[in-house]
């Protein structure tokens, strides 16, 4: 993959690259900077798959197979950003979501794991850059629509870049089926990456439809 070159809204200099293996240390420490509401002792299990996935690459459009990372370093080199993008766990759970479906939905959706800045280079178009970077290689690759986990005090900041948010995560599926994730304490957000897909209503909810379509 490629370096990418981008200047933030400010005279900062900001270099945003993939992530390789020798990172595993700074994606992990930039991500942990996400307050993820997980206890102390709950955090390794879930930032370790992150450290471990940089081990996995090819030659594909994604950073990593069906992972992508990106890290953001100002003009000396120092990483001060991160994003983290893969499956989510409930694309392959059979109690969520169809087994025939799942390799459609892997291939189409991606989610974001973790956006992540350091304070002293916050509100300065680190995350934007970062998050806008990942939706066109995402939409390059084929995905249709991209979802995260965001806090409420983020519903705005979401809201400017084009992404809905709700308390669910809705997603219609080509045989008519409804699929309706909630987790506590967070908001879904959702955008499409292609006109083939679209947010509609449905049961009253904003729904991504037309992401899985042939």
């Given at each position: 993959?490629?370096?990418?070159?981008?200047l933030?809204?400010?005279?900062?200099d900001?270099?945003?690259?993939?992530?390789?293996?020798e990172?595993?240390?700074?994606?992990?420490?930039l991500?942990?900077?996400?307050?993820l509401?997980?206890?102390?002792e709950?955090?390794?299990?879930?930032?370790?798959?992150?450290?471990?996935?940089?081990?996995?690459?090819?030659?594909?459009?994604?950073?990593?197979?069906?992972?992508?990372?990106?890290?953001?370093e100002?003009?000396?080199?120092?990483?001060?950003?991160?994003?983290?993008?893969?499956?989510?766990?409930?694309?392959?759970?059979?109690n969520?979501?169809?087994?025939?479906?799942?390799?459609?939905?892997?291939?189409?959706?991606?989610?974001?794991?973790?956006?992540?800045?350091?304070?002293?280079?916050?509100?300065?178009?680190?995350?934007?850059?970062?998050?806008?970077?990942a939706?066109?290689?995402?939409?390059?690759a084929?995905?249709?629509?991209?979802?995260?986990?965001?806090?409420?005090?983020?519903?705005?900041?979401?809201?400017?870049?084009g992404?809905?948010?709700?308390?669910?995560?809705?997603?219609?599926?080509?045989?008519?089926?409804?699929?309706?994730?909630?987790?506590?304490g967070?908001?879904?957000?959702?955008?499409?990456?292609?006109?083939?897909?679209?947010?509609?209503?449905?049961?009253g909810?904003?729904?991504?439809?037309?992401?899985?379509?042939?």
């Amino acid at each position: 993959m490629p370096t990418l070159m981008a200047l933030t809204d400010t005279d900062t200099d900001i270099r945003i690259r993939t992530a390789t293996q020798e990172d595993g240390d700074t994606l992990v420490e930039l991500i942990a900077l996400v307050d993820l509401q997980l206890r102390a002792e709950e955090l390794p299990g879930a930032l370790d798959p992150m450290r471990h996935a940089l081990t996995d690459s090819d030659d594909g459009p994604l950073s990593h197979r069906r992972n992508h990372f990106l890290i953001a370093e100002n003009s000396k080199g120092a990483p001060v950003g991160a994003i983290a993008c893969g499956h989510a766990k409930w694309m392959s759970d059979p109690n969520r979501s169809p087994k025939i479906m799942h390799r459609r939905i892997v291939e189409r959706i991606t989610t974001v794991h973790g956006l992540a800045v350091v304070p002293t280079y916050r509100n300065q178009g680190v995350a934007r850059t970062l998050l806008q970077h990942a939706e066109q290689t995402f939409r390059d690759a084929g995905y249709t629509a991209l979802t995260l986990r965001h806090e409420r005090s983020l519903t705005k900041f979401y809201g400017r870049l084009g992404y809905t948010s709700h308390n669910r995560l809705s997603l219609k599926l080509p045989t008519g089926e409804l699929l309706s994730l909630v987790d506590r304490g967070w908001k879904h957000a959702f955008k499409v990456l292609t006109p083939t897909a679209s947010i509609t209503t449905v049961q009253g909810m904003p729904t991504i439809t037309g992401a899985l379509s042939d």
